[in-house]
């Protein structure tokens, strides 16, 4: 079965400016995520009224994907911390208290994981900005600006995750939190266990 | 198959990464990745980039993330009450009575809803408790609910749909119509068998509502017609070839502000927590197709897809044991994954078997959610049984054995599917070709 992991104890107490931080920096990039969402459907209303009115907006569908690129590297990060990524939980709640070494190992794998992609997104940056890489579309956008979203957004992810990582292992527990929602509409999973 | 050695290994990383609990969509880049490193030997990073890249930033994805934003943002109006109020006084006179508004409601919100926990939550909300405080017998009201609630995955906005069609690279306007049909006569199955248990089960003895003149049932049905307006909107401009459905989706969200707006339920609170719970949603779905697009490049150069294709080609399988065989596979990999998992992480290997026998991809898609939404709903583990057991405070059994009807019924479905293909086919052959 697909779920969320297991909803770790509402932390008490202050809590250390480096973690303040880090959580900040995952919230504010999801919050670009958004604003990304928000401008997919401002492009996409805005092509659709060109196209009634006899104009037509170049490129429009080529935008729409960027910022849908942007907008889902963006919120990786902010959506690993809130427990949205799914998972098959099966053996981890099997688990019982010995759950903590394999919730290390699978951290530590997406650590491994993402690293791995951060570093070729870093790389198609910068390649696409050495080579002048262009858009196929009508829309001709230089692709390393479009692409660097992807790159930042994939180096927080992988940032998230050795953070999650080491927490794990300093402190027995990640940083992950469920939404406060007590349901969350839209995902097809699970809350509890 | 030549190689069956590497690809042991090559399911065995699969299982290993999947079963231990590492996210689906990491876990999916990291066989894809393994994949690679066995069977080709390509530069495996940049590959994955190219097809990361590709994968994430497609127009047609966009319609996700907006059908997704506008079923968060209805799902925080007053919808769930004035569904089941405006709904309950037509539906009253019915055999089986108020059970019925399960059912529609379900409909209802399946098709401004792309998502079935999130129709069981906004029926069940206002259903449930209703329903009990009239003496329905519980194990009914359970089962329903849990059936019906699947319907959401089935009728157009569906993210699994959605989902199926980037990964198939299928037309998902043509999809969401052919959900249409047969998501209505399932729905008609479900009041069928709610009709007939009312007249069969000794303990169906509800308290009879008060009777209402016609001027009061559309009083109370007022709240209704903007919902069912935004529905025709959404469908129509599809159908109508007159949108896309990135561009119905983002009419969609423009109605769904609307009316909440209307209704005094659109704060900059439920504005941002609507967006920001797409932008997460989303996110989620976009990993794991990303993993999906790698893995099936990687697929492609391990040989399984076409041999396993070949391997049932030469069984000489009639395409309905090919089509039994698909649905037993479904139900039990549907016992570990959801939907949208499962869709991804398989199509790579059934699609050329399903093309090898000459099925059509649109009609698939439709069975393959039909047997997807089952699993919802089957022990030991379905989310909607998850969702209806964080609502209702029964045991796991219980809500399962309630379940197991509508678990029938589906199945029926499935073969009245095979049986008339058109239910299916009929509404996208004939509608108008869109926009683009």
Known sequence: MTDLPKASKPRTGPRPVLRRALDAVYD????????????????????????????????????????????????????????????????????????????????????LMTGTVAWYACRAVYWSRKLHDVSQGQDATPLWIVQLPMAAGAILLALCMADNLVTLLLTGRDNITEDDLPDQPQADQVQGE | ???????????????????????????????????????????????????????????????????????????????????????????????????????????????????????LTTVGKMSIPELRKR??????????????????????????????????????????????????????????YVAVMSRLAPDFTP??????????????????APVMALIVVVIGSMYLGLATATEAAALGVAGALVLAGAQGSLSWATFSASLMG??????????????????????????????????????????????????????????????????????????PMVRQAGIDFIWFGIFIVVVVEMAQITPPIGFNLFVLQGMTGHEMNRIARAALPMFAIMVVMVFVLIAFPGLATWLPENMRSGPG
């Open chain 2, 135 to 192: 003496g329905y017998p519980e194990r009914l009201v359970i089962g329903t609910l849990a059936g019906a609630a699947t319907l959401g995955l089935m009728i157009p906005p569906s993210l699994t749909l959605i989902v199926y069609g980037v990964t198939i690279n299928e037309s998902i306007t043509k999809l969401f119509m052919a959900g249409i049909v047969p998501g209505l006569v399932l729905a008609a199955m479900f009041m069928g």
């Open chain 2, 207 to 224: 308290t009879p509502e008060p009777a209402m003149t016609f001027g009061q049932k559309l009083a109370n049905s007022r709240f209704l």
């Open chain 2, 278 to 351: 797409a932008a997460r949603t989303s996110a989620m779905i976009a990993l794991i197709l990303m993993g999906a697009a790698f893995l099936s490049l990687s697929m492609g150069f391990t040989g399984l897809p076409r041999a396993l294709a070949e391997w049932i080609g030469g069984m000489e399988l009639t395409r309905f044991q090919l089509l039994m065989a698909l649905l037993v596979f479904y139900i039990v990999l549907g016992c570990f994954l959801d939907g949208i998992s499962s869709v991804v992480l398989t199509i790579a290997v059934v699609e």
């Open chain 1, 28 to 111: 504010g990039a999801g919050v670009l995520g958004a604003a990304c969402l928000l401008a997919i459907f401002a492009v996409i209303l805005a092509q659709m009224v060109a196209r009634w009115s006899g104009l037509i907006f170049p490129g429009a569908a080529d935008y729409a994907g960027y910022l849908m690129a942007a907008a889902s590297f963006l919120t990786f990060a902010h959506a690993m911390n809130r427990g949205a990524h799914i998972r098959v939980s099966l053996l981890l709640s099997a688990l019982g208290p010995r759950r903590r070494w394999a919730e290390a190992w699978c951290l530590a794998f997406a650590t």
């Open chain 2, 1 to 119: 198959m030549a190689e069956l050695g590497p690809i042991a290994v090559f399911l065995f990383i699969l299982f290993l990464l999947l079963g231990s609990g590492v996210w689906v969509g990491l876990a999916l880049l990291g066989v894809a990745w393994m994949g690679m490193e066995i069977f080709t030997s390509r530069p495996i990073g940049d590959a994955m980039l190219t097809i990361v890249w590709r994968s994430s930033s497609s127009w047609t994805l966009t319609a996700l993330p907006l059908f997704i934003w506008m079923g968060e943002i209805l799902f925080r109006t007053r919808l769930s009450e004035d569904m089941f109020r405006g709904l309950a006084p037509w539906l009253a006179r019915l055999p089986g009575g108020l059970l019925h508004t399960n059912v529609v409601g379900c409909t209802v919100f399946a098709a401004v809803s792309g998502s079935s926990a999130a129709t």
